[in-house]
């Protein structure tokens, strides 16, 4: 019986993995039901002050995205909702919901907050961790979405004793409803994706660490008090309205813990506490931050750079020693921690401050929902995947993100959701399209005559406004030439914000629109299509950085950063009267990808592409497919690692859509995003042109040969971890193994934690055990990194037999032919071990290819040579440059099940513009007055894009007709960069945006303003 395929996707959670998967289904072409059951979307990450290792403002890079897809004409929004019952099979499921009453009407709410004003009822406010009040009537945070009231059933006067009712008198729209009722929706979807997140553990049990007492708080809680929507408005005090001189962060609560079944490792604990004593200290850099750890699993992307900064530039004290209590002084109040010290001693140390970093649980609703959708959970209560499709559950159609399959930071979480929605698009892509709706705006206004610019200056928490006045700056842009009014917004990001300022533009007749607030690089878009909403043209907009241009370099000059911010807004009005409406030109667009590399994660990003409809090509530069899989023999849960690779190279070679070029290299890129063109040559060298519209870099890592780390090279006993993988395949006779971890990593040539390695060598020592229980396993290393569900390994190796033993990198294990000698940190006594092999755990590193595919496409890479993406965060796998992407290795060193999700995500993004019918141009590139042009070449010759060539055109002038070579712009290829502006000798080049009277106008500003000041 064939099933009819719904066009239409449930993504159940509206934290950071709903919103992004909904927004790359919606992307390409699916209508999306995002359902949450809370009052508002953001999930967890709403509630952080910063990220690490970039320490952004978590509202900053969150805002856009939730603005994004409240205003997607594919998503429609179901908060407050809850899932009764999936029913149905993959591609045509019905989803039965119970949306809450909020008792308030959604459509006639506006988020005043009058009625917030008048609530009598105060209760403990779940949003800020209970560490400040809210009203009955309420708004879970600033900038929330929808920005809709909510009334608590539970605490409010009217609902439980008829009395009260001042929210629905003083509610100018009639918007409060106290008799409105639970509903039930039914919803005809074709796939699934789980996304509900997780709970953060509840150390309420745990009294010997004094979780009543006011000065001991949560990780969760912390965030909220260095928050500038937090309970003390960003200003880090004590219960006692005091500043903390000494805080002590407590690390592994409710984690790595057996005797509260929670075995596993949280993943993200370790580094939120390092970013937290590191905005302490921004806060106060007198502050002593103290964090008491196990290991400092800092195994992500820029995260043990990031730790290494907050040891040595912050001077944030790293003590290795769980502590068994806190104690509480009776009559003074203060807290004491005793510990042991690496020497064994018992050492006592007070401190005004305790955070307990919680670990990241599967909530009691996540295994509710599980059971509604009737897919399996592991052992700890999280929803079950393979490694080798992590996003799919036992049950066809139902796809899992994020924090609900394991605990994962950020960026993994974004890649999963990415990968979802390419799960649920492949299994959709015949229904493409079927419940698409497209948006459409207000005509745009003719703009004619004076300028009238209004002003917006971001508070942006304490990133601005902790030390640039704000205030001062918005009645400073008021009194400039030109400008109609000045406001200021907390977060100019946020959706009521942006609604707000659609609003001032029709208040005042604006025909400008100036913001000062962060980077143009991930906010300019928002703040343009609210322009283009209220009827402007976008490009009458100008976004000033007065973040990191001013408040992020100035932090300890307040005065000399306000001055600044001053300048800084008055050169943008200065520029922004001189701005024009532009126009993007629409571009034809190819359908299919090229994915460089087939490994583990090119095959997987090419099937995912290919499977969503499009056709796609392989290149690979060796004669086999599967990469460094090839040398990894087993994988982390025992089975053989051909019991993945074989059948998925066997589903690539066989399907229609994909065709493979094997022991080829990539040698040239021209075009841009939907019609790359290139030149692909074999080892024979012969070459062949090669049309795409999207590519995905997936060309991987290498092990590192480590000589000249720990003896490699002069005894032949002394291997690397994939040199035993090959052994342990053959007849392995070893009794006596060493393994030696960061062998070439973690220090000044390669300052990366290299993420597998530990997870590897557990793996491998529990292989050589369970070959020959006799045998005698050690690993030396300097911390355990075996995050998330892998901790799980290393209890089972100490279990069997395995000896874990401490190395400092001051004192480096001596290899001899035979033997080990190595100091154990942690009993203090220097070892002597027998070894018939020792196996040296040497790092991931980027290809020296990379170096010759970066220019071609126009892509960066990181100080270690891996690509980089555009933001670590909340765009993993996308390049600044457009249409191209990357996953897996390349990006950084991951393990199999990450680097497959990765490329599930790369395939998502490609998607999102593949799924397109045709493309629009930038509106901002370069713009030729052929009167003036001369026909040199010069712009020609420093053009990075191959965008602006030279043609003979014909002219006529005065009667005389002739030929003459002109320069012309290809508007699909021009970057905006204005090179060619900047070499005309002539002038004949204007870069539109950026143009000539536009930049003097600033420069001219500088220079006039500074004479009048003297």
């Not at 629905?168 to 997140?197: F, M, N």
């Not at 359908?591 to 490994?599: I, K, P």
């Not at 009794?735 to 597998?756: D, L």
């Not at 396993?777 to 355990?784: I, Q």
Request: hydrophobic residues 40%; aromatic residues 6%.
């Amino acid at each position: 019986m064939k099933t009819d395929i719904t066009g239409a996707v449930a993504v159940v959670g509206g934290g950071i993995a709903g919103v992004q998967a909904s927004l790359d289904l919606a992307n390409s072409g699916y209508k999306v039901y995002l359902i949450e059951s809370g009052p508002t979307i953001g999930g967890k990450m709403a509630q952080l002050d910063k990220t690490f290792p970039t320490s952004d403002c978590a509202a900053c890079i969150l805002s856009p995205k939730l603005v994004e897809a409240s205003r997607h004409p594919n998503i429609e929004l179901l908060a407050y909702s809850e899932v009764l019952a999936i029913d149905g099979v993959a591609g045509d499921f019905t989803v039965k919901l119970k949306k809450k009453a909020r008792y308030v009407d959604e459509t006639k709410c506006t988020g005043c907050g009058d009625c917030i004003e008048k609530c009598p009822k105060k209760v403990s406010d779940r949003f800020n961790e209970g560490l400040a009040p809210r009203k009955a009537i309420y708004l879970a945070f600033p900038q929330a979405v929808p920005r809709v009231m909510t009334i608590d059933p539970d605490n409010c006067i009217y609902l439980n004793k008829g009395k009260c009712g001042n929210c629905a008198k003083v509610c100018k729209r009639g918007a409060v409803d106290y008799t409105q009722k639970d509903l039930e929706l039914s919803l005809k979807v074709g796939a699934v994706i789980l996304a509900a997140g997780f709970e953060a553990f509840n150390p309420a049990g745990l009294e010997a660490y004094r979780p009543e007492h006011p000065d001991v708080v949560t990780s969760l809680q912390f965030e909220r008090l260095l928050n500038a929507s937090g309970p003390y408005h960003g200003h880090l005090q004590t219960s006692k309205g005091k500043e903390p001189k000494k805080i002590a962060f407590i690390q592994c609560v409710g984690s790595r813990n057996q005797k509260l079944s929670r075995k596993y490792c949280s993943s993200v604990c370790c580094m939120y506490a390092v970013k937290q004593a590191v905005i302490a200290k921004e806060h106060d850099p007198k502050i002593e931050c103290a964090i008491f750890n196990i290991d400092i699993r800092a195994f992500g992307k820029g995260f043990e750079e990031f730790y290494q900064r907050a040891k040595n530039e912050k001077k944030v004290r790293f003590i290795r020693s769980r502590p068994s209590c806190v104690e509480a002084d009776p009559l003074k109040g203060e807290l004491r921690i005793p510990y042991e010290e690496e020497d064994g001693s018992i050492a006592h140390e007070e401190f005004d401050m305790v955070v307990l970093s919680i670990g990241i649980g599967a909530s009691e609703s996540g295994k509710e929902l599980a059971r509604i959708a009737g897919v399996g959970l592991t052992g700890a209560g999280f929803i079950s995947t393979p490694i080798e499709d992590p996003m799919s559950t036992n049950r066809p159609g139902v796809f899992a993100a994020g924090a609900v399959q394991g605990p994962k930071d950020i960026p993994d979480t974004v890649a999963q959701a990415s990968g979802a929605a390419a799960k649920a698009g492949a299994l959709l892509s015949s229904a493409r399209g079927t419940l698409e709706s497209k948006k459409e705006f207000p005509p745009e206004k003719v703009v004619e005559g004076e300028p009238k610019v209004g002003v917006v200056v971001c508070h942006c928490g304490t990133n601005i406004g902790g030390f640039v006045n704000v205030p001062e700056v918005v009645r400073y842009a008021g009194t400039l030439e030109n400008v109609a009014v000045a406001r200021e917004e907390m977060y100019a990001c946020s959706e009521d914000a942006q609604e707000r300022i659609k609003e001032m533009i029709a208040e005042h007749g604006l025909n400008r629109v100036l913001v000062a607030s962060c980077t143009p690089r991930t906010h300019e878009p928002l703040f343009q299509e609210s322009c283009r909403d209220a009827g402007l043209n976008p490009y009458l907009f100008e976004l000033v950085n007065i973040r990191e241009h001013c408040s992020w370099i100035h932090q300890q000059e307040p005065e000399k950063a306000t001055e600044k911010a001053k300048d800084i807004v008055r050169m943008g009005v200065s520029r922004i009267r001189h701005l024009a409406p532009l126009y993007k030109q629409e571009l034809s667009l190819g359908h299919n990808a090229l994915v460089l590399g087939g490994g583990i994660s090119g095959l997987n990003a090419a099937l995912e592409i290919a499977e969503n409809g499009f056709e796609v090509l392989i290149v690979e530069k060796e004669a086999e497919l599967g990469g460094l899989l090839r040398d990894v023999t087993a994988l982390q849960d025992g089975r053989k690692t051909r019991e993945i690779l074989i059948p998925l190279i066997e589903k690539v070679r066989v399907h229609p859509l994909i065709k493979v070029l094997t022991g080829s290299e990539l040698v040239e890129v021209s075009g841009s995003v939907g019609n790359f063109k290139g030149r692909v040559r074999d080892t024979a060298g012969r070459e062949q042109e090669v049309k795409f519209a999207v590519a995905v870099i997936a060309t991987g890592a290498e092990e590192l040969s480590p000589a000249g780390y720990f003896s490699y090279g002069e005894f032949p006993n002394v291997i690397t971890q994939s040199e035993l993988e090959a052994k342990l395949e053959g007849d392995f006779k070893a009794k006596h193994v060493v393994m030696v971890q960061c062998a070439g990593s973690r220090n000044k040539e390669r300052p990366y934690c290299s993420r597998v390695c530990c997870i590897t060598a557990v793996k491998n020592a529990l292989r050589i055990k369970k070959m020959d229980p006799s045998a005698t396993v050690h690993v030396l290393y300097r911390e355990m990194r075996t995050y998330g569900a892998w901790e799980e390994l290393y209890s089972r190796a100490r279990a069997a037999g395995v000896r874990f033993i401490a190395y400092s990198d001051t004192r480096l294990p001596w290899i001899g032919e035979k033997e080990v000698r190595v100091y154990d940190e942690i009993t203090g006594f220097d070892l002597e071990i027998d070894a018939d092999l020792v196996v040296l755990s040497a790092p991931l590193v980027a290809p020296a290819t990379n170096r010759q595919i970066a220019p071609m496409f126009k892509v960066p890479l990181d100080s270690n040579g891996f690509f980089l993406e555009v933001h670590i965060k909340l765009r993993p796998v996308d390049f600044a440059t457009e249409g191209v992407f990357l996953c897996g290795t390349a990006q950084a060193p991951k393990l199999v099940d990450e680097s497959i999700a990765q490329a599930a995500a790369a395939a998502s993004r490609a998607c999102t513009i593949l799924s397109r019918k045709s493309l629009e141009s930038s509106a901002v590139i370069s713009k030729v007055n052929a009167d003036l042009c001369v026909g040199c070449g010069a712009c020609e010759a420093v053009c990075p894009y191959g965008a602006i060539s030279l043609k003979e055109v014909w002219i006529e002038k005065q009667g005389i007709s002739y030929k003459a070579r002109k320069s012309g712009v290809n508007p699909a290829l021009c970057k905006g960069c204005g090179a060619c502006a900047m070499s005309c000798p002539t002038g004949a080049l204007d870069q539109q945006h950026f143009r000539n009277d536009q930049l003097l106008a600033q420069v001219k500003d500088v220079f006039t303003y500074s004479e009048e000041v003297r």
